[in-house]
């Protein structure tokens, strides 16, 4: 009898040793938590709707969802609907919403709430859209107490990626002061500055997250990032510099990706000298992009000649990666005939918290002084750069690293159309818009391809900006972690992460 009873103690020990390995990678963790670091505070809106910043979208990806999301092999998927159809001619597009979806205050969605969140960024009340990709809704229709319409004026079967587009309570679409989604993370508090901290949602519809607790740490100092990991002040750290990855111990597992967007020195084109062509082309042609991605990433950026980058393989052109080599003797000659024989000063402005774009300033200042323009590099702080730069188009040049919202090619070339609100270059060309306007209005995927491409071109040729690479993203996660992915934008999804 005590042989017996022995035995039945080992085994349930080893029983419950067994479910206890197996729960860490597949079940939430009672009191578990990861801190994150980043580079910048949310400081351009906290509403998914109108949220501009890839760092803040990046956070926000875990608390609110469309009707569709994004899955990291860049497949649009449903979300808070089931399933959609759309019809022959891309003018109507037609949601089943998912039953039983909870917001983060535990209300179920309906389709009151769909019909709402779609009217505030259609701008359907006001007659003035919210998000310019909305601009063609005609309107917003509840078909049934499950299923809801949006229709358009024109033709566009490229439309349902603007479907990613938060749901939000129809009691509080002022997402600005109280956040409500449905995403697997719910807000719990933000310390401006200092933090962001979300935790799981119990409720959530779909896969649970596995990690609690996430918390955002802002670090604006990129030569600190080191520091706060190996000290464990966090956890994990995305778009690390090569030589930063480099530093790290045998603790961290490193991620290599891409950024997944397109760095350039973007040029005001509205101010002197940069409203001429032949100025823009000649700075194109005095740049040398491998030298550039040598210097800052070990040559292991992706090379852009436009504003595409390669996870966009429909639409990215590798030949327009040729359409400038560096020939200084090109590059004086343009200047000169342009009226500037003996070179020009300008400055570019760059956010400090980004040690890439710092990097890239610094050589593009030296490849500048051999056709004899001075480069002077003025680095400001993140959210001065959002609202003199970005909003308030008070520059002459800045690095930066432009990424889409959605998986579209429009919300990558939609930004350089002469009204869009979007666009803070302030570039305009009649060609550009016609032909962009020719790839939104086209129903055929070629001819619609062939515009956007033509976009691109255009682009490149006119010298819009010194289109230069996508950075690689190297990502220094914990060994105590696991499940990181990457995906084609610029998101970071927590919920796919778990405790070894």
């Known amino acids: 009898m005590r042989k017996f009873g022995k035995k039945l103690l080992v ?64 497949d649009l998927i449903p979300a808070v609907a089931s399933a959609y159809n759309i019809n022959e001619d891309g003018t109507v597009y037609t949601f089943k919403l998912r039953e039983g979806v909870k917001f983060h205050n535990g209300a179920t969605v309906t389709v009151q709430d769909v019909k709402a969140s779609l009217d505030k960024c259609a701008g359907t009340g006001s007659g003035e859209p919210l998000v310019a990709a909305f601009s063609d809704v005609k309107e917003i229709n509840i078909v049934d107490d499950s299923t809801i319409e949006v229709v358009l004026n024109s033709s566009n079967t490229d439309f349902l990626p ?12 002022d997402a600005s002061t109280e956040l409500i989604g ?123 000649g436009s504003s595409m980058f390669p996870a966009f393989g429909k639409y990215y052109m590798p030949e327009l990666n040729d359409t400038y080599t560096k020939d200084v003797e090109k590059a004086k000659q343009l200047l000169s005939e342009a009226g500037y024989p003996n070179g020009f000063e300008f400055t570019i402005t760059v956010p400090s918290n980004y040690q890439q774009h710092i990097d890239t300033a610094q ?55 002469s009204d869009s609100g979007k666009n803070f270059t302030n570039y305009s060309n009649a060609e550009y818009d016609k032909t962009y306007a020719a790839a939104v209005a086209s129903t055929d995927d070629d001819i619609q391809t062939q515009n956007y491409k033509k976009c691109e071109q255009i682009l490149a040729e006119d010298a819009a900006n010194v ?11 914990n060994k105590k972690f696991g499940g990181y992915e990457f995906y084609p934008l610029y998101v970071m999804d927590i919920s796919k992460m778990y405790i070894k």
């Open 162 to 173: 603007n479907m990613t587009a938060a749901i939000l309570p129809a009691d509080h679409l």
């Open 11 to 74: 085994m349930l020990l080893v029983s419950t040793l067994a479910i206890a390995l197996c729960g860490c990678a597949g079940d939430k963790v009672g009191d578990s938590l990861i801190t994150i670091g980043i580079p910048q505070d949310l400081d351009d809106s906290l509403d998914p709707h109108v949220a501009e910043g890839a760092g803040t979208r990046e956070v926000l990806f875990n608390v609110f969802e469309g009707l569709v999301k994004p899955d990291s092999n860049g």
């Open 182 to 304: 449905t995403g697997p993370y719910k807000y719990v508090s933000r310390s401006p500055q200092e933090n962001i901290v979300l935790q799981a949602f119990d409720d959530y519809w779909g896969e649970k997250a596995k990690i609690k607790d996430v918390v955002f740490k802002i670090i604006p100092n990129g030569d600190t990032y080191v520091m706060n990991l190996e000290g464990g002040s966090i956890d994990m750290m995305a778009r690390l510099s090569t030589t930063q990855a480099a530093q790290l111990s045998d603790n961290f597992d490193i991620y290599e990706g891409t950024m997944n967007l397109v760095q350039g020195l973007y040029l005001n084109n509205k101010v002197e000298p940069f409203n001429d062509p032949k100025v823009r082309q000649a700075l194109n042609y005095a740049v040398d992009v491998q030298e550039i991605m040598d210097f800052v990433s070990d040559g292991k950026g992706t090379e852009t």
């Open 363 to 417: 050589v593009l200042k030296e490849q500048f002084k051999e056709i004899g323009v001075t480069a002077n590099i003025n680095l400001i702080e993140w959210d001065s750069w959002l609202s003199d730069v970005y909003m308030g188009r008070n520059f002459e040049s800045t690095v930066i690293g432009l990424d889409a919202s959605t998986l579209s090619a429009r919300a990558m070339l939609e930004r350089f159309t």
């Open 467 to 477: 289109y230069i690479q996508d950075l690689p993203n190297m990502v220094a996660v």
